[in-house]
Structure formats: C-alpha cells, structure tokens
C-alpha cells in the first residue's frame, strides 16, 4: 500500500495493484484505478479531474458517489458496466472500444453521458443532460431539466416526462418527433448531410437543419419555428402562429387561416417563395439598402440596418425602418409606422433608438407614426385618413406635420412637452412632467399617458376653441397626479378623473366638467357647470367621444370600455355660481362660494351650498341638505325622508319655512325649542346644537337629539327614539313603547306609560321607568334606578347604584350596588320582597335574567335596605350553603356573649356582644368589612371547625347586620381569611334569624 501524491498541475496518478492512496492537488488530475482498495483524495475546487476506472465491484459497477469532488469517470475494462455519477456536473464514457451494453447513469448535476458501442441505457437524472448513446439501440432516459438527446439509430428509443424541460433531439437521419415515444420533445436538430425529412409534434417546436441538403420540415400544430439551412429546403408550418428562418431557395408551404406567420432572413418580399397571400409578417436581416413589401394583410415588417424602403400595401400595417434612413409607406389601411426598430410591445409606445432621419409615408388609413427625432419626415396626405397619429420620443409640435390630427408622446418619465397648431388636435402627455398646449382649434388635451406613475405634475392649457381637457388616465394610475390647467377661450369641457389635484383658471367661457370619482373644484376657478360622470344629460356624450379617440390613439384602434369608467360620487365647486349635477348613487355635492344650484339626482345625496345664496334641489332619495340664511330648498313630497341642518335656522318658523323635509336638525350655538306641532302624526327627527334646547315629538314615531347642552327632550304619543348626547339631559318618553339613551352627564330620565327601555349612559344619572314593563340600564356612573309599577328589569352598570323598585327583576352585578325592596319616594309600594345570592367568590357575578314579583338576585358584596323582618326574606343558592344536599338539615345557633357554636351547625348568628371589636365600631358594616377581624371572633367561639364544609355566618353590631359565606378550602379546621367571603350587608336590621333565611 502507497502513497501517491501530486502537484498544482494537471497530474496523472497510478497505483499499483494494492490499496494505494491517490492525492490530486489543484490541477486537473487524472486517477487511474486499477484496484478496488484504492483511494482517491480530491479536494473542493481542486480542478476538473477524472477516474479512469478498469475494475467493477460484485455487481459490475463504478460510482463517483465515493468521491464527491470527482466530475468525470471512464471505464477502460472489458465487462458490460454500470457506471454510476454524483452530484457534480459529471462526464461518464463507457469503453469506447466495446460493443457491451452498458447502464449510464448521471445524479444532480448538468451530466454528458457518452455510451459508444452497444446497445446502452443511459439515465440523466436531475439537471440539463447530454445523452450520447453511440451505435446500437440504446435507451435515452432525461429526468427533469432541458435535456438533449443524440440519435443515430433507428432502434435509438427516447423517454421523456411531461413537464421536464424544453428538450431537443439533435440526429443525424431522418426523424419525426410526432412518434408517440418522442411526444413531448420540443426541438429538433438535423447533423446529417443528406436530405432528411424532418417532423414536430402538438408543441411549439424548434426544428433546424444544419446541412446543406434539401431538406423538408413540417411543423404540425403548435407555433413552430423552422429553420432549413443551406439548401433549397421546404418548409410547411402547419396549424399556429410559426415562424420561418429562410435561405434564397427556400419554399413556404402555409395554408390560408394557419395563425400569424413570420419570415425571418434576407427575402425582400413577403409575395414569393410560395406563400404570397399567406404570410403576415417579414423580418429583413440584411445589411444593405433594400425595398420592402407587404401583402395584402395586416402586414408586420421590419428594415435592417440599412437604408431601406418600407412599403406596407393595403391591409394595417405595423412597419419598422430599422437602423438606417428610412422611407416607410404605409399604402391603404391604418398603419402604423416606426422610424426605429419595433419595440418590444407592439402596440405600446416604447423608445424608439434610431438617430437616423427616417420617411414615414402612411397613405390611406388612420396611421401611426413613431419618430424618434423632429428632423424625421412624415408623409401624410390630406385625404388618407381622420385619424392619422405621431407618437414622439422628443418634445415636439403637430404643425410640423401636415394632415395628422394626434401628436403623443412616447411613454417614459422624459418631461417632454407636446404643443398643437391652428385645427382641432388631439394631444397626450407620457409618464413624465408634461407641458400640452392646444392653440388653435377645437383641441383634445391629455397629460396622462399609458399608466402615468404617482406624482407627476402636468399642465394642460387649452388655448382658443372650445377644448376638451382630459384630467384623468383613461388606463389607471398609481396614485395622485398633480394638473394645472388653463382651458383658455371658449366654451371649454375638462373630464375629471379620481387621484386628481386640480388647480388653474379657466377665466373666458362657458366651461364646465364632468367628474368621475371625487373631485374638489376649489382651486380651478372659471368652472360654471359639474356634472357627476352618470348624470342625466349634460356633456356626457361629448366626453366619451373625446375619451375613445384619445383611447383608440394610443392603443393602435382598440376600444374603450366605458362600462369600466368610475361612475361620479363627490364634487366641490369653486367661487363662481356653479350649477352642480348629481347622478344615482349617494353623492355628496358641494358648492363652495358663489350662488349655486346643486341637484342631487335619484341617490341618497348631501348638498351643501356653502356661502351665496344656493338652490339645493334633492331629487329622489333619503337628501341631507346643509342650509345657511338665504338658502332655498326644493324637495317633492315623495322624496324620501329628507334633512335639514342649519346652523342659522333658529326656530319652528325657520325651519317650518321648507316643505317636505322630516328631519329639522340645528347645529348652531343658540338655545332653541323644535317641534312639528301637536296635530303632526309624522316620523319626525329633531336635532339640537349645542345649546340648551327643547325638543318635543308629539304624534308619531320620533328620534329626538338633544346635542351638546342642557336638553329637554319629550316624546309624547308613538314609539319614540330619544338621544340626551351630552350635558345635563331631562327625557320624557311619554306614551308608547320608547328607547331613552341619556348620553354624557348626569340625566333625568322617565320613561312614563309603555314598555320602555332607559339607558343613563355615561355620569351619574337617574331614571324612572314609571307605569309598563321597562328595562333600566344605569351605564357607567352611580346611578339611581326606580322601576315603578309592573314588572321591570333594573341593571346596575358599573359605579355605585341605587336600585328601587316595587314589582321587579334585578341584575346586580357590581359591588357597591344598593338593593331597595320597596320605592323610598312611593311607600305604597311596599311589599313581601326576597333577596337571593346567586353567586359570591372572586369574579362571581349575576349573568342570568329571572322574573318574579320582588325577587332580586345577586352576587357578594351588595347592600340591602329597607329589609322587613317577618315579610322579606334572604336566599342562599343550595349550592353555596351547609353539606350541599340543598336543604338545612344541619343545626344553628346564636352566639351572644362568650358562649359556642357547634361543628355541624349550617348557620351561625352571632350577636353583638359577642366580642369588644363590634362595641368600638357599631357602624363597621356600612363600609366594607376587613374579614381580619372576623377570624379571631370564630376562633374565640370554636375553633372546631368542620372540615370542607360550608357555613353561612350572620353578625350584628346593634345597627346593621353582615352575611359572610365560609367555605373551607385548605382541608383542616382551622379558619383563614382567604375562606371568607361577604355575601351581603343589611342595614336597619341588627338580629336577624333563621326565619329570615331559605335555600333556592
């Protein structure tokens, strides 16, 4: 065994026949085997290098998995083999001087697998593989990746998954990939020399010969791209969009309705090599000066790089010069016409890079010219079209070129300006910064281009005429888009888009807008009419026109789909008198200064007139006007229901003053009084500001609004909403079932007759609910609740509450809550009440809702008053009390003096005198007690407590009594403070007894 090192140079090591060590160093070395012993020791990046292997283990193979920075193995044995790759781009090559039928196979990397003689099979694997099989019927296995497959057999079988790549045959006979086995081969390359056939499949196929034959390729279906070589090839396309590369004797067979086809090369007529009437597009990729021409069809044809004449013929052309000078004729039809190369984007505008000075000639139709430089001619005669177009990569003038109607710039960021002459010119900025100025004429202004960028910042000046100024893209935006605009002299119609900020003038004129989206007209002075985009009448039709042409333009003739366009919703005015219209959705129209007229169309609308003396004029819908002094209102009496809000409006007079409006709704600072009057059976809606008012509903179903001061709110008859909102509020339900929310403030509230419902919401509020079934929720502050008669149900809320009632259901849920059994303020209302402790503990509460005549659930720590001993009696849920069987079963006992209690007694009183600490505090329960100073008390009694029991522990201090729930918890007997809970203080009453007290 040996040990065999080499240099940093491309080394070549040997063993001998033992277990020897090969060490390569840097270069790329070459090791040969001999020995299954041996052992190769390649470092990473340690150069290309090579195994050439003349043994095989038990089962006739070599791998490269053992060495991982090894690339390339070679059998040099006799033995059919197995040779096996690693994860590296691996070459392996069977013996080439065999005829075995050897197995190949690669691993990760981008393998070439070469098997020579024999009938071989070789597997890629991972990776873009070579698969070179040699001579014999070998079987070609790629894997995923862009394989290539070498064929040069007729038994050479293929496999292939689909979804593995874009793979290619490269064969050196005759071959057709439309066999079943070869179906989802793309490509195909011929390397024979003798005429071969060549076929595709269904996929868009690459089929090239590289001969010099006569070659004949058929793509079949798919978009095909064929390429003959250097005989007088044929070539048929077949089904798709496929794409020629021709030599001089090359014939196309392609049938009439086969896709959009393609010459590429040197052949300077689409008419010839026999698809005269079926090709549409010719690439030219000579170098020299050439003419070029089209077909009858809607011809795609682009120049080289020389001087070339570009002539269209009839159909709409798309014609490139190329790099040259150039002279393009577009001939009949719309063409459009490039000075440069095409772009990318056809029917984009993209940069044209041509320095040359090029000839644009459209004839008849509605052309497109692209000009990269002001010096480029354009030909254009005066009856060949209505709607002939430059697009320019420079700032430029439409006067410059006779009989075309649209001048646009290029899409970009350049800040290019774009300037009309004396006819009526369409114009349209690009992405940038962008000066359009009109002149004379009826013109069409733009500065939006294809899909302008946020933050550009155009100006747009009209000049003489009646222009139409298209403050909006008629393909989206990024975000805000910054116009001044000047539509100068004449009746002018400015197309307002959303993310728009407008500001300019528009002093001479008639003008006027239509908005799509929301707009604000404050900064744009001169502007007498607005139109929401969708209101009835007005300009709209003249606005489409002008949007479809500015579209057509720039798209090459598509049409726009005004289905898409954003209907209007908001709109500000300016100074001037403006006559504001509205469409169908909810708007919200403003006028700002001067005396408008605002018509709100058939949606729930808001018309604001600002300052002036404004008509607002509703329509249909539920309209909210805002109104101040010399305001009128026009509203039909099928309206809806409408408002009114006025901050100068100061009584029923004022408001009285506008028919058909329900809601009267005063936001000024004045104390007013609001009312329809006592006949009035309507819904009304009446709204204070924030002085102190007084609202009154009277008949019907109203919504009362007090505002923000010391209100006075009366529902009277109807089912009736009030609302105190803030302040000091006083509401009066009256009759009927009504809703009172008292608002901020400490409140009165008083629901009267019916069955009402009483919120005090925020402060320390009073509610009543009187005669009915109501439901009193005293909110947030310390509240005083007094049900009255009938079943009511009173809730607390948090703070400290006051609840009195006579025939009630309480929810207290809160510590600190006083329960009344009879009315302090109605004694008549006394009467058998019951208290019952539904829950106690830390987090207890009282979620249930019970009903019942005097019976008033509660959890711990509430306070009774007004207990009667004989009539009202105190309940303790069964789960809480004694051994949990639901009934008192155990014995009770009084403690007075220094006497005992026993273990198994379930309710324990003791008494005042039962220890000094009540003495020094008689009136100990009208706070919250420390149950500290309980503890000693039980043990001086009795320490003998039982064990994981349940007592209920009554003391008295001469004044008031305590109910306190002990619940042994730490298994002893021993008495600790966390064990004891208070359920409940009763005051005024100091010996209450075992008949004071029952199980639920």
Not at 878 to 884: E, F
Request: glycine share 20%.
């Amino acid at each position: 065994m040996a040990t065999f090192t080499g240099t940093d140079e491309a080394d070549t090591l040997a063993g001998g026949a033992g277990a020897d060590t090969l060490i390569g160093g840097a270069g790329n070395d070459t090791y040969i085997v001999d020995s299954l012993g041996e052992v190769v020791v390649e470092e990473a990046g340690g150069g290309i290098d090579r195994i050439v292997a003349s043994v095989l283990d038990g089962d006739d193979s070599y791998s490269l998995a053992l060495w991982s920075q090894v690339e390339d193995l070679r059998y040099s044995g006799g033995q059919a083999a197995t040779l096996l790759g690693n994860g590296a781009a691996n070459r392996i090559e069977a013996n080439a001087a065999t005829s075995t039928a050897d197995q190949l196979s690669g691993g990760a990397g981008n393998d070439s697998l070469f098997g020579f003689g024999g009938a071989d099979m070789l597997a890629g694997g991972l990776g873009d593989d070579l698969l070179d099989g040699g001579s014999g019927a070998d079987r070609l296995i790629g894997g995923a990746g862009n394989d290539t497959y070498v064929i040069d057999s007729a038994g050479d079988r293929v496999a292939e998954l689909a979804g593995g790549g874009r793979d290619q045959i490269r064969s050196g006979i005759a071959f057709d990939l439309g066999q079943d086995w070869a179906s989802e081969i793309e490509d195909l390359t011929y390397t024979g020399a003798i005429a071969a056939g060549l076929g595709g499949n269904d996929l868009d196929n690459r089929l090239t010969s590289l001969g010099a034959a006569a070659d004949s390729l058929f793509g079949g279906a798919g978009n095909d791209t064929l390429a003959g070589g250097g005989g007088a090839d044929t070539l048929t396309g077949g089904l798709g969009d496929d794409y020629y590369r021709i030599g001089i004797g090359d014939v196309v067979i392609e049938a009439l309705g086969e896709g959009r086809d393609t010459y590429e090369g040197q052949r300077t007529t689409i008419a010839s090599g026999g698809a005269a009437t079926t090709i549409e597009n010719l690439i030219f990729t000579g170098t020299g000066a050439a003419t070029l021409t089209g077909n009858g069809l809607a011809n795609l044809i682009e120049g080289g790089t020389g001087a070339n004449t570009v002539n269209g013929g009839l159909g709409d052309d798309t014609l490139a010069g190329g790099a040259g000078a150039d002279l393009l004729n577009g001939g009949e039809g719309n063409d459009r016409l490039f000075g440069g190369a095409l772009p990318g984007l056809v029917l984009g505008r993209d940069r044209v890079n041509d320095s040359s000075i090029d000839q644009l000639a459209g004839g008849q139709g509605n052309d497109t010219y692209v000009v990269s430089d002001t010096q480029d001619v354009v030909i254009e005669g005066a009856l060949e079209g209505s709607r002939d177009v430059v697009v320019s990569a420079v700032s430029n003038r439409i006067t410059r070129y006779a009989n075309v109607e649209a001048l646009i710039l290029e899409d970009g960021s350049s800040a290019y300006s774009a300037t009309g002459g004396g006819a009526g010119d369409l114009l349209i900025g690009n992405d940038g910064d962008n000066l359009v100025s009109g002149g004379l004429g009826h013109d069409t202004l733009a500065g939006w281009g294809l899909a302008t960028a946020a933050g550009s910042a155009d100006i747009l000046l009209g000049g003489a005429g009646n222009d139409v100024l298209l403050a909006r893209s008629l393909f989206g935006s990024a975000g805000r888009v910054d116009l001044t605009v000047d539509g100068g002299t004449g009746n002018d119609l400015y197309v307002i888009g959303p993310d728009v900020a407008l500001s300019g003038w528009d002093e001479a004129g008639t003008d006027t807008a239509i908005v799509h989206g929301s707009a604000s007209l404050a900064q744009l002075s001169g502007i007498e009419r607005i139109y929401l985009y969708g209101a009835a009448g007005g300009p709209e039709a003249e606005a489409h026109a002008a949007m479809i042409a500015a579209f057509a333009a720039l798209s090459g003739g598509d049409a726009l789909d005004l289905a898409a366009l954003e209907a209007g919703r908001d709109v500000t005015g300016n100074a001037l008198a403006n006559s504001i219209f509205g469409n169908a959705l909810g708007n919200q129209l403003s006028g700002g200064a001067g005396d408008d007229t605002i018509r709100g169309g058939n949606g729930d609308d808001t018309l604001t007139g600002g300052t002036g003396i404004d008509l607002l004029i509703g329509g249909a819908g539920n309209d909210s006007y805002h109104l101040d002094t010399g305001d009128l209102l026009s509203e039909t009496a099928s309206g809806g229901f409408d408002r009114l809000y006025s901050a100068t409006l100061a009584s029923n007079a004022a408001f009285g003053a506008y028919a058909n409006i329900e809601g009267w709704l005063y936001t000024g600072a004045a104390s007013v009084s609001l009312h329809r009057g006592v006949a009035n059976l309507s819904a009304d809606l009446l709204g204070g500001g924030s002085g102190n008012d007084t609202l009154r509903g009277y008949g019907g179903d109203d919504t009362l609004s007090g505002g923000s001061g010391n209100d006075i709110l009366t529902g009277d008859a109807g089912n009736d909403a009030l609302l105190g909102a803030a302040g000091d509020d006083t509401l009066s339900g009256g009759d009927d079932e009504d809703s009172l929310d008292g608002g901020l403030g400490a409140d009165l509230l008083s629901g009267d007759l019916g069955d009402d419902r009483l919120d005090g919401g925020g402060g320390d509020d009073l509610l009543s609910g009187a005669a009915g079934v109501d439901t009193l929720a005293g909110g947030s502050g310390n509240d005083t609740l007094e049900g009255g008669e009938n079943s009511d149900r009173l809730v607390g809320g948090a703070g400290n509450d006051v609840i009195a009632f006579g025939d009630v259901t309480v929810d207290a849920t809160v510590s600190g809550d006083h329960l009344f059994g009879d009315d302090p303020d109605n004694p008549g209302m006394a009467g058998a009440d019951e208290f019952r402790l539904q829950a106690i503990g830390a987090g207890s509460a009282v979620s249930e809702t019970f009903s019942g005549s005097g019976i008033f659930r509660f959890a711990g720590g509430a306070t009774i008053g007004d207990f009667e001993q004989g009539k009202d009696r105190i309940g303790v849920a069964a789960s809480l009390l004694g051994n949990l069987d639901g009934a008192v079963d155990g014995s009770s006992d009084v403690v007075s003096g220094a006497s005992t209690f026993s273990a198994t007694d379930e309710i324990i009183f003791f008494r005042s005198d039962a220890a000094e600490a009540f003495a020094a505090a008689p009136e100990a329960f009208l706070t919250p007690i420390n149950a500290a100073t309980l503890t000693p008390i039980l043990v001086s009694a009795d320490a003998a407590i039982a064990v994981n029991v349940t007592r209920l522990l009554v003391f008295d201090d001469g004044t008031n009594s305590a109910v306190f729930l002990f619940q042994s918890a730490n298994g002893d007997a021993a008495v600790t403070i966390d064990e004891i809970y208070l359920a409940t203080v009763v005051t005024g009453s100091d010996a209450l007894q075992l008949s004071d007290f029952f199980l639920f």
